[in-house]
T-cell receptor
Framework: DGGITQSPKYLFRKEGQNVTLSCEQN?????MYWYRQDPGQGLRLIYY???????QKGDIAEGYSVSREKKESFPLTVTSAQKNPTAFYLC?????????????FGPGTRLTVT | AQSVAQPEDQVNVAEGNPLTVKCTYS??????LFWYVQYPNRGLQFLLK????DNLVKGSYGFEAEFNKSQTSFHLKKPSALVSDSALYFC??????????WGAGTKLIIKP
């Protein structure tokens, strides 16, 4: 999974609690991404960041928040406002200089909210 | 709306036979095209991409993909399937200036 770590691998939370998913990369990539994966669907973009201290909403940002204080780190917080948070969450990174660059993915975090 | 279609939810192939996983897209301009593979409970791994040039692109693990501009397709192929190729395969398309658009994925099952 090439230089991107996500922790924890499995996460269980009670409904109404906020939870933060960790993503760290040592690839010196400028861009980082958070995706959500549900069975039978492609990846859906939650947030992305092309540079430190800047990030943009993706297609399904409601109920999520992020920060990008360091180049290596892009944590995702799933808030209590997210109506259906149970899913597999994937973090990715890529070189920003050329949009043709492929993305490298972490191993994912499976979040279960009950 | 821009979209990527993987028309088959599942593809079954006997080991040793050739395999094809289909991908078509509807986006503006000349996009970048990608294939990724995902093993159970893992992140995605990059297989190959088409940027420009030769319509046949070779990638990791013996996979290749054929770009067809007139049919807006980018099918993934392998001449001889292995049981270890069994996984979930995603096609992704990146229109110039936009983020990736993902297909829903195709489950590839290779039977011994």
């Amino acid at each position: 999974d090439g230089g991107i770590t996500q922790s924890p691998k499995y996460l269980f939370r009670k409904e109404g609690q906020n939870v933060t998913l960790s993503c760290e990369q040592n690839l010196n990539h400028d861009a980082m991404y958070w995706y959500r994966q549900d069975p039978g669907q492609g990846l859906r973009l939650i947030y992305y960041s092309q540079i430190v201290n800047d990030f943009q909403k993706g297609d399904i940002a409601e109920g999520y928040s992020v920060s990008r204080e360091k180049k290596e780190s892009f944590p995702l917080t799933v808030t209590s406002a997210q109506k259906n948070p149970t899913a597999f969450y994937l973090c990715a990174s890529s070189s920003q200089g050329d949009l043709s660059y492929e993305q490298y993915f972490g191993p994912g975090t499976r979040l279960t909210v009950t | 709306a821009q979209s990527v279609a993987q028309p088959e939810d599942q593809v079954n192939v006997a080991e040793g036979n050739p395999l094809t996983v289909k991908c078509t897209y509807s986006v503006s301009g000349n996009p970048y095209l990608f294939w990724y593979v995902q093993y159970p409970n893992r992140g995605l791994q990059f297989l190959l991409k088409y940027i420009t040039g030769d319509n046949l692109v070779k990638g990791s693990y013996g996979f290749e993909a054929e770009f067809n501009k007139s049919q807006t397709s980018f099918h993934l192929k392998k001449p001889s399937a292995l049981v270890s190729d069994s996984a979930l395969y995603f096609c992704a398309v990146r229109p110039r200036g936009y983020q990736l658009i993902w297909g829903a994925g195709t489950k590839l099952i290779i039977k011994p």
